[in-house]
Nanobody, 114 residues
């Protein structure tokens, strides 16, 4: 049974940092591109960041470039999203995904407010 288990969300003030984790079981993530998405109420799901299987290439939404970093540790079967300089507009439910697969994390709420 494939599971992606997320952790690390929470409520923080603007300017703070959070690190999301997505730990996979039942599947080896090494061959897969991994992706973080987010969705806010009333808005469409947005691709936040993606990382190629080797970790050699990453891509980010314009709104998070320079603030967020996607990382992976294939030995730990885990992908991370390091979020720095958080803004109110980063508030959303964040999901990890093996790109193109039906496997999704359970979602992690990130709330940024003063």
């Amino acid at each position: 049974q494939v599971q992606l288990v997320q952790s690390g969300g929470g409520s923080v003030q603007p300017g703070a940092s959070l690190r999301l984790s997505c730990a996979a079981s039942g599947v080896n993530i090494s061959p897969y591109e991994m992706v973080w998405y987010r969705q806010s109420p009333g808005k469409e799901r947005q691709l936040v960041a993606r990382i190629t299987p080797s970790g050699g290439t990453t891509e980010y939404a314009d709104s998070v470039k320079g603030r967020f970093t996607i990382l992976r540790d294939n030995a730990k079967n885990t992908v991370y999203l390091q979020m720095n300089s958080l803004k109110v507009e980063d508030t959303a439910l964040y999901y990890c995904n093996l790109r193109g697969s039906p496997y999704w994390g359970q979602g992690t709420q990130v709330t940024v407010s003063s």
